[in-house]
């Protein structure tokens, strides 16, 4: 909804925000034998910080469990049959992150997001191929602020453009593949080179938002119509790449919401069980 300016901030914000975070929470984790966000603070900062963190980490991922629940759940109503409701996913999605937090990785995540992996790319290079193959036309950088009227850019873009560009809550993952890489070697491209190819997907679907609609006033009649990004995700997908091609693209698009809600539980179970000193000895290689 900002317009064409949104590809400055997601690409500087990708390469000096959001990466340079990612690395450095991640490579703390990494020399902290793989200790949760709060858990380094309070190493570095005393006793207080720690806990003022380990309670906002807490809330946090469980609104960030929350929120990556009710999206692929709304989501996935719009390629599976009526009885499949929002309700039914609702439920799945929930029973499977229960069971993917409480089990050993190689489990249930080390076999499954593979495919999400795959769906991901297929996605993100099909949107992307198809926007010009279609004679789409990318608006040209426009520093305009075309949020509703009054609104500053600074710092509100900052907090709704955060995928993509830095989010703060990737550092309450970073124990997780702290935990899974196995060597140092691997910090640069596991956390920095994620969070650019996160960077990457993001100016595609900015692309995709402020083109397919033929620029942001047609992007905030979809928004308004469909009620939400969901549907205009979904249109998107179904108009340029067709009904087998919205399928594999959903799933990638879902995994996303997916993949975070996962960790982000999986996070706030680290820190509960370091907040009441519970025995994690059987989920340090997890």
């Known amino acids: 909804m900002w317009g064409p300016v949104v590809f400055l901030w997601i690409t500087f914000g990708t390469v000096f925000a959001g990466g340079v975070h990612d690395f ?13 966000i709060s858990e380094i603070v309070g190493k570095y900062l005393g006793d207080i910080m720690k806990s003022i963190m380990r309670g906002f980490s807490v809330v946090l991922l469980i609104l960030v ?7 692929p759940a ?22 499977y992150y229960f069971i993917a937090t409480f089990v050993p990785i190689d489990q249930v995540i080390g076999r499954i997001y593979p495919v999400f992996g795959f769906c991901l790319i297929f996605m993100a290079v099909g949107v992307g ?14 520093l305009t602020n075309l ?24 550092a309450t993952q970073s124990p997780l593949m702290a935990r899974c890489i196995k060597t140092e070697r691997d910090a640069h491209k596991v956390f920095y080179g994620a969070m650019v190819c996160e960077g990457i997907i993001a100016l595609i679907w900015a692309a995709a938002g402020t083109c397919f609609y033929g620029g942001s006033t ?13 549907g205009v995700v979904y249109d998107i997908c179904k108009g340029l790449m067709g009904p087998v091609g919205t ?20 996070s706030a179970r680290y820190t509960i069980c370091d907040w009441f000193k519970i025995d994690q000895s059987t989920v340090q290689n997890v």
């Open 74 to 95: 709304g989501l996935l109503t719009k390629i599976t049959p009526d009885w499949m409701n929002f309700n039914f996913w609702l439920v799945v999605l929930l029973a």
């Open 247 to 266: 399928v594999i693209a959903m799933i990638g698009v879902i995994a996303c919401p997916v993949t975070s809600a996962d960790t982000a539980f999986r």
């Open 65 to 71: 469990g929350v929120a990556f629940t009710t999206g």
């Open 24 to 36: 450095c929470s991640g490579l703390l984790s990494e020399r902290n034998d793989g200790g949760s």
């Open 147 to 170: 949020h509703p009227a009054h609104t500053p850019i600074w710092p509100i873009m900052f907090i709704t453009v955060a995928c993509g560009a830095i989010s703060g809550f990737h």
């Open 129 to 142: 191929t198809m926007l010009f193959v279609n004679g789409y036309h990318i608006p040209e950088i426009a």
């Open 218 to 230: 047609g992007l905030q009649t979809a928004m308004a119509t469909y009620k939400g990004a969901g």
